[in-house]
């Protein structure tokens, strides 16, 4: 069965660095999206992408966050300046098209540890 | 936007008994609600998912209720297991989109 994946699974940086992340989504897939996980608490949404635009973004998507399709299979999370407070589990998923209430599925993760 | 509670935090049940983990959302424009069980360390799996237009869902020992006029929703798994273990997050969307996830229920069985 088909799945998302994401690399890398681990990620440390230092404060103030670039980091990308990566996420393969489901090769029939359409719609996007990133979602980060500060420990022990709930998933929460960043941005959505589809046909090659953000079409959603939450508060936390601020302008050190962009997202990229640059091919045809891979979809990139970039945060530009990165923060302590970044550190968290970034999801990145996928939903299908053709339906108009699509089911996302989500990759394994990239855990991100600012220092 | 949308708000999403859930309640218990925390579940702790005996083998065999069912649980029963409850979420309430805010926004009446909400038509699509996931369920998603997270094992430590893995990625969210979708376990059900109901939609506005349904009230009730089952699929073996899971199941999912939908209130819509009093805008709650609720997980039900009976005969529960030592694998049945994790956290469990809610979600409420506007077709399918920006999904806005509940804070999560460890879930407990206790052999």
């Known amino acids: 069965e088909p799945e998302v994946t994401q690399t890398p699974s681990h990620q440390v940086t230092q404060m103030g660095q670039e980091v990308i992340l990566r996420c393969v989504p489901i090769?029939?897939?359409?719609?996007f999206y990133w979602y980060r996980q500060i420990l022990g608490q709930k998933v929460e949404f960043l941005v959505s992408f589809y046909n090659n635009e953000i079409s959603e973004k939450s508060e936390i998507f601020d302008d050190q966050f962009s997202v990229e399709r640059p091919d045809g299979s891979n979809f990139t999370l970039k945060i530009r300046s990165t923060k302590l407070e970044d550190s968290a589990m970034y999801f990145c998923a996928s939903s299908r098209p053709g339906l108009r209430i699509n089911e996302q599925f989500f990759g394994p993760g990239t855990r991100l540890t600012v220092l | 936007g949308e708000n999403v509670e859930q309640h218990p935090s925390t579940l702790s049940v005996q083998e065999g008994d069912s649980a029963v983990i409850k979420c309430t959302y805010s926004?009446?424009?909400?038509?699509?609600f996931p369920w998603y069980k997270q094992e430590l360390g893995k990625r969210p799996q979708l376990i059900i998912d109901?939609?506005?237009?349904?009230g009730e869902k089952k699929d073996q020992r899971i199941a999912v209720t939908l209130n819509k006029t009093a805008k709650h929703f609720s997980l039900h798994i009976t005969e529960t297991q030592p694998e049945d273990s994790a956290v469990y997050f809610c979600a409420a969307s506007n077709y399918g989109q920006n999904f806005v996830f509940g804070p999560g229920t460890r879930l407990s069985v206790l052999p």
């Open positions: 926004d009446s424009a909400s038509n699509y």
């Open positions: 090769s029939n897939h359409l719609y």
């Open positions: 109901i939609r506005s237009n349904v």
